[in-house]
C-alpha cells in the first residue's frame, strides 16, 4: 500500500511539473535573418515576388535534390501557393501561401506544413533601401502549442532554422549580385 502512495505522489508531482512547465513556456517562436544585397529594391524584389524564383536560392531545394515544387494560381498574387514535396527527412511536405503584397517592399505568406508533422506559421521578406544597396530581411513566426512548448525549452527554433535562412539569403545576394555585374559588364560593352 505505502508503495501505491509514493507511485501516485510521484505520479502528481511530474504531472504538476509538466502542467507549470506548459504554462511557463514560451507559446511564441520567432526567426528573422537579413543581409544587404548589393542591388536596388525592385531587382532583388523579383526574386522573392514570384515563387517560380524560390528554388533558385532556397537552401532546402539545394540539399534536396528529391523535391519537387509547383506554383498554384497567379505568382506573385495574393492567395498564388508555393507548394514543395520531397524527403520527409529533410524537405517533407507543405506549401506557402501569398497573404500578402506591397510592391518593392514586402511579401507576407502563411506557411503549412503537412509532413513529417503537421504545424503552420506566418512569414515574411522586407526590403528597405540603403547606401549598399537593399536589405532583405526573412522571418517566421508562429505558436508552439501544448506541450510543444515544453519541448522548446530544451531545443531552438532559430539555431534550428536560422542557419538555412542565411544560407538562403547568401544565395538570394549570389545570383542576384551575379546578375547585377552580368548586366553591367553588357552595359560596358555597348
Known amino acids: ?5 509514493i507511485i501516485a505522489f510521484v505520479v502528481l508531482v511530474l504531472f504538476v511539473a509538466v502542467a507549470a512547465l506548459g504554462l511557463l ?23 522573392v515576388k514570384y515563387w517560380r524564383n524560390w528554388s ?7 540539399r534536396d535534390s528529391t523535391m519537387s515544387v509547383s506554383v498554384e494560381g497567379t505568382d506573385g498574387e495574393i492567395g498564388s501557393k508555393y507548394v514543395w514535396s520531397g524527403d520527409p527527412k529533410v524537405t ?4 506557402m501561401t501569398n497573404t500578402g503584397v506591397s510592391e518593392n517592399q ?5 506557411i503549412q506544413f503537412i509532413e513529417p508533422w503537421p504545424s503552420h506559421s506566418d512569414g515574411s521578406i522586407r526590403l528597405a533601401g540603403t547606401e549598399q ?3 532583405v530581411k526573412w522571418e517566421f513566426h508562429g505558436e508552439n502549442p ?7 525549452l530544451f531545443m531552438s527554433m532559430d539555431k534550428m532554422v536560422g542557419p538555412d535562412y542565411e544560407r538562403g539569403l547568401s544565395l538570394l545576394k549570389a545570383i542576384v549580385e551575379g546578375e547585377q555585374r552580368a548586366n553591367a559588364g553588357d552595359r560596358d560593352e555597348v
Open 56 to 62: 533558385a536560392w532556397s537552401p532546402w531545394t539545394e
Open 106 to 110: 514586402m511579401i507576407d505568406f502563411h
Open 133 to 135: 544597396g537593399t536589405v
Open 25 to 47: 513556456a514560451p507559446k511564441q517562436f520567432a526567426v528573422e535573418r537579413s543581409i544587404v544585397i548589393e542591388a536596388p529594391r525592385e531587382v532583388v524584389f523579383e526574386h
Open 1 to 5: 500500500m505505502k508503495a501505491l502512495k
Open 146 to 152: 501544448f506541450p510543444w512548448n515544453i519541448i522548446m
Open 92 to 95: 517533407g511536405q507543405g506549401e
